[in-house]
């Protein structure tokens, strides 16, 4: 998967990466307190944990693979507690069927899905969702640049302005709005990282729904020990009413912190919008040391953000 940078300023975050990762990474201290992930396999007598799944977004789901061509097929009823023999990938899901694929910036375009191939889940070795074939409808080539797709007619696409398409006054002003949010936020638990100041690492302007500005950012702060480097990470989303100079109301907030091996951080593939009515949901991706999940925030009617539904980790 992509390495993680960090900047003082804010950039882009990187595409989804090439491997799918095992053992799941240390859980999220949130405002809206995720679950624990719980060890990839379980025995035949631990309890399943039921998925959370909006099934108004489909039975799977399609993240970017190695490549614009390949994706990886997610089943989104596979937790982490699902023990292995109860895996199982049904092909006729997902086998030589149409798509719509999202990026950032937006998405909708039509592309084809070929046969499903591969997948494995063994603890002892692999934990790899199946991938398949993406090409084009239009002419049968590899398709643009896209992070997630959807079954047709599944999800339709929200953009997401990236700070570095704005004027340079515009984007320092959004990068201290959101290290004020986050600075201003009470209960910071995290004593090691107090004192050390905020960095924006990864930041997007949207809007949710008519006259609300949104933004999403990923906000860093580092203790560089020599013998034990740490950061830490803060996923946070913010609205206020559009059009104005309002201080952001935090919408929701996730703390992960820890060394290289232990730390899971966050990026945004996606916005969409699932279901009728229409929930807003980002998309995101879980990156670990040797783990790797995708997770859906949803926002609320009183314009709170909840974590709706997380992946199954995976990996090698």
């Not at 491997?19 to 679950?35: F, G, H, L």
């Not at 092909?91 to 591969?118: C, H, K, P, W």
């Not at 020990?225 to 913010?238: D, R, S, Y």
Request: proline share 6%.
């Amino acid at each position: 998967m992509s390495a993680r940078g960090i900047l003082t300023c804010v950039i882009i975050a990187a595409s989804i990466g090439a491997c799918e990762r095992k053992a799941p990474a240390k859980p999220a201290d949130s405002v809206a307190q995720p679950p624990s992930p719980t060890p990839a396999i379980q025995s035949a007598h631990a309890p399943v944990t039921p998925s959370t799944w909006d099934t108004s977004a489909g039975p799977v789901m399609f993240v970017r693979g190695t490549s614009i061509s390949e994706a990886y097929v997610v089943f989104p009823t596979v937790t982490d507690s699902t023990p292995s023999d109860a895996v199982h990938f049904d092909s006729a899901l997902a086998r030589n069927t149409t798509v719509e694929l999202f990026q950032r910036a937006g998405g909708g375009d039509a592309a084809y899905i070929g046969a499903m191939a591969g997948g494995e889940w063994n603890a002892d070795q692999c934990i790899e969702w199946p991938a398949a074939k993406v090409q084009s409808v239009a002419n049968g080539d590899a398709t643009s640049g896209w992070n997630v797709a959807f079954l047709k007619g599944r999800a339709k696409a929200l953009a997401l302005d990236t700070v570095e398409s704005m004027a340079h006054a515009d984007s320092a002003k959004l990068a201290a709005d959101i290290t004020r949010l986050v600075s201003t936020v009470p209960n910071d638990t995290a004593r090691t990282f107090r004192g050390i100041p905020f960095s924006v690492r990864t930041a997007y302007r949207f809007t949710p729904v008519t006259g609300v500005e949104a933004v999403v950012a990923d906000v860093v702060r580092t203790l560089n020990q020599e013998a034990n480097p740490l950061e830490e990470h803060t996923l946070i989303v913010g609205e206020r009413p559009a059009g104005s100079n309002a201080p952001f109301r935090l919408a929701y907030r996730e703390v992960t912190a820890g060394s290289d091996e232990t730390l899971e951080s966050s990026d945004v593939l996606a916005a969409v919008a699932i279901g009728t009515p229409a929930r807003i949901n980002l998309v995101l991706a879980r990156e670990g040391y040797e783990s790797n999940a995708y997770a859906m925030l949803e926002r609320q009617a009183d314009g709170s953000w909840r974590l709706r539904w997380t992946s199954a980790h995976t990996g090698c």
